[in-house]
């Protein structure tokens, strides 16, 4: 159950559920991209590199 705990709190999850589609959603709303599903591509780019990023350093911030 912990396990299940931890991988629902990981920066990864978090990532891919919130900020995919938040990444998606200013994208979509600015005029740079020209289709809906170009936009949800470079958001999950943007989020899993961003998650990903996170996950290796332990950290959201930047600066330690």
């Known amino acids: 159950?912990?396990?299940i705990i931890k991988l629902f709190f990981s920066p990864l999850v978090f990532?891919?559920?919130f900020l995919?589609?938040?990444s998606a959603q200013?994208?979509?709303s600015v005029p740079l991209v020209q289709s809906n599903m170009t936009?949800?591509?470079l958001g999950a780019l943007i989020a899993t590199a961003f998650g990903l990023m996170a996950q290796f350093r332990g950290s959201w911030i930047w600066i330690k």
């Open 1 to 3: 159950m912990q396990h």
């Open 15 to 17: 990532a891919i559920g």
């Open 20 to 22: 995919w589609p938040l």
């Open 26 to 28: 200013i994208l979509q």
């Open 39 to 41: 936009a949800w591509i």
